[in-house]
């Protein structure tokens, strides 16, 4: 199943430099071995914010809710998930 997953980074503005920059090390190592298992189709920066819109490709609901709340920016996120389905007039046949 598609889901598009919109996800806005909200870092404390106290968090210090040293532990926001490995979180995001740690989210970047995560984001992409899920990519690498094909779980994590798309990744595109919204551009001019901290947010993401992004594909996941996961068996059903409870997947995507683990990989999600895996996330180590998780805490700091505010994410909005919806379910795709195949559009009638898509003409790419690797769209489901
Ligand atoms: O930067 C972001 O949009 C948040 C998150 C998603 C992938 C990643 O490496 O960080």
């Known amino acids: 199943m598609l889901f598009q997953v919109e996800m806005t980074v909200?870092?404390?503005?106290d968090m210090p430099t040293e532990q926001a920059d490995k979180i995001k090390a740690t989210e970047k190592s995560y984001s992409q071995d899920l990519q690498r298992q094909g779980k994590w189709r798309h990744l595109w920066r919204v551009a001019g914010s901290y947010s993401n819109v992004s594909i996941f490709?996961?068996?059903d609901?409870?997947?995507?809710q683990e990989l999600v709340s895996n996330l180590p920016l998780?805490?700091?996120m505010e994410i909005n998930?919806?379910?795709l389905c195949r559009h009638p007039s898509s003409v790419r046949e690797?769209?489901?």
């Open 10 to 13: 909200k870092l404390p503005t």
């Open 57 to 59: 490709d996961a068996e």
């Open 61 to 64: 609901n409870a997947e995507l």
């Open 74 to 76: 998780f805490p700091y």
């Open 81 to 83: 998930v919806k379910p």
């Open 94 to 96: 690797d769209d489901s």
